[in-house]
């Protein structure tokens, strides 16, 4: 005990206090029931700790300065107050007024000790925040029952507040991880082109999660040979993005054995039998390949289970683009499955444009979700050439009220002047 006045005279134990019940186990959560009374009698904190003397895991502190009691209650962990109702000074009913204004108390239980059995006065200390009222002094078994009831509860609550805490901590250093992740995963895209005339490329990209499965690329193989890939991996979080990287740092550095990256069969076929579906937790992405050939004007390209790219004339907005087929089945799946690639014609001033299924696959304010065909039509009716950053508009403004991209959304535009 650590009273606030002088010590009272012992008194003898007798009833049932004289008997050593088994104490009752700590609370799990490592939380031990902590009670301080408020009373102006030094006698009557001694009589009280006799009571409680018993049960080992009851820590009781004793205040006999009423107006020191607020601080006293933040200084030292309590899970239950009794307080004295008649005190000099300040009365019971008035610390019951602070403890429940003071944010660091308001919720702690709160018994309080009267000399009377008054309704009246019982009913104004409910109505101010008391959780409990005794005549004292009470039978030592109802007082240890009565803490222990409201101390169980409160803290039960210190425990669920603690592990919300923790969660909430653990979520932000997660989000955190994942935010990070995610710009490295975004480090890793190209920047825009104008490249002395031969060509220019332009991007978006918006992940629909914090981690997305989506990536692309671009780069020249040598002075006449342009390439763009854009791959999708299915699902989305830490997993897509590992394979999304692995794939995309795999095309970026060339790595694949024994494969001519001007050709992009052979590419599709090299990546199907790096990355078996198995052996990516049953994870797969999709592909389109393109090569450009400047001094042709040629564009070679092989599909694995993408949606096709378009290719625009400048000179003809509006008119039906040119559809390429991404013909294959997606990478992984099927072992020994050889890729072929096509090729077409680029005209001057043509535009091509590559993306992901997230770009048109949107839930529209109807409840449906459109469909490849939708966005062609869409592209045909179009008064002006389809660029980058209108096909984001169009896509965005299909959009139900309030919602945004269900799956990531890659495009890439690249303008052949």
């Given amino acids: 005990m650590s009273p606030d006045g002088p010590p009272a005279p012992p008194l003898a134990a007798s009833g049932p206090a004289a008997a050593r019940p088994p104490a009752a186990p700590p609370p799990a959560g490592g939380h031990r029931v902590s009670v301080l009374l408020i009373d102006d009698q030094p006698i009557i904190g001694e009589a009280v700790r006799r009571m409680l003397a018993p049960h080992a895991d009851i820590d009781f502190r004793f205040c006999a300065d009423p107006a020191r009691a607020l601080e006293r209650v933040r200084e030292v962990e309590t899970t239950v107050i009794l307080s004295d109702l008649v005190m000099p000074e300040v009365d019971g009913l008035t610390l019951v007024r602070r403890f429940r204004a003071d944010e660091a108390t308001r919720r702690i239980p709160l018994i309080v000790l009267s000399t009377k059995e008054d309704a009246a ?7 101010l925040g008391a959780n409990d009222y005794l005549v ?8 240890v029952a009565r803490i222990r009831h409201h101390s169980e509860g409160y803290i039960s609550r210190l425990e669920r ?10 979520q932000r250093a997660l989000q955190q991880e994942l935010e990070q992740a995610a710009r490295y995963v975004r480090s890793l895209l190209p920047a825009p082109v104008a490249d002395g005339g031969r060509l220019r490329v332009d991007w978006r990209f918006v992940p629909s999660a914090s981690l997305g499965g989506d990536a692309f690329g671009y780069h020249w ?25 692995s794939v995309l740092n795999t095309l970026r550095s060339r790595t694949l054995p024994a494969v001519d990256f001007r050709d992009p069969g052979g590419v599709a076929t090299a990546l199907n039998e790096a990355f078996r579906s ?4 049953g994870k797969y992405f999709t592909l389109w390949y393109g ?9 070679r390209y092989a599909g694995a289970g993408h949606p096709p790219a378009l290719l625009l004339a400048r000179e003809r907005p509006g008119a039906a683009p040119l559809v390429l087929p991404s013909a294959g089945p997606m990478p992984g799946v099927l072992a020994g499955r050889a890729y072929v690639a096509r090729e077409c014609a680029v005209p001057p001033g043509s535009r091509l444009l590559a993306f992901t299924d997230g770009l048109y696959e949107v839930r529209e304010a109807d409840g449906r979700v459109r469909t490849f065909t939708d966005f062609l039509g869409a592209l045909g009716a179009a008064a002006t050439l389809p660029s980058v950053e209108g096909l984001m508009h169009e896509a965005r403004g299909r959009l139900g009220a309030g919602q945004d991209f269900e799956d990531d959304v890659s495009v890439v535009q690249v303008d052949f002047p």
């Fill in 136 to 143: 004292k002094l009470p039978d030592p078994v109802e007082l």
């Fill in 221 to 245: 193989l040598d002075d006449d040979h342009f390439a763009l890939y854009v791959l999708d991996v299915s699902g989305h979080g830490v997993g897509s993005a590992l394979l999304g990287v």
């Fill in 121 to 127: 006065t019982k009913a104004e200390a409910f109505a």
């Fill in 278 to 281: 198995e052996q990516q937790d």
């Fill in 161 to 170: 507040d603690e592990a919300y805490a923790a969660l909430a901590a653990s």
């Fill in 291 to 299: 090569v450009y050939r400047a001094s042709a004007r040629t564009l």
